[in-house]
């Protein structure tokens, strides 16, 4: 039951789920990497959320793209080739 939720949630959401497992890993890569240098830095959660907004952004353009390239298309040109 569990594990069926799961694989319809990565379907549904993949670029949420990614996101889910990417954030926390580059958190504390980041935080690794600030901790060198002498003069510290503050480093907030906000970055992480831009990062996702511009993500989701950027995934949503390409799909509408190709969404709508797709409805232009001529359907007589697209079954003469199939």
Do not use: D
Not at 19 to 25: G, K
Not at 44 to 54: A, E, Q, R
Request: net charge positive; aromatic share 14%; with cysteine.
């Amino acid at each position: 039951m569990i594990l069926r939720n799961l694989k319809s949630l990565i379907r549904r959401y993949p670029v949420a789920v990614c996101y889910l497992i990417a954030a926390p890993v580059g958190w504390l890569g980041v935080r690794f990497y600030l901790q060198q240098f002498a003069h510290r830095v503050g480093f907030y959660p906000s970055v992480f959320l831009l990062t996702l907004g511009i993500v989701g952004l950027l995934c949503a353009s390409v799909v509408l793209y190709h969404y709508c390239k797709t409805a232009r298309m001529n359907p007589v040109r697209t079954l003469k080739h199939e």
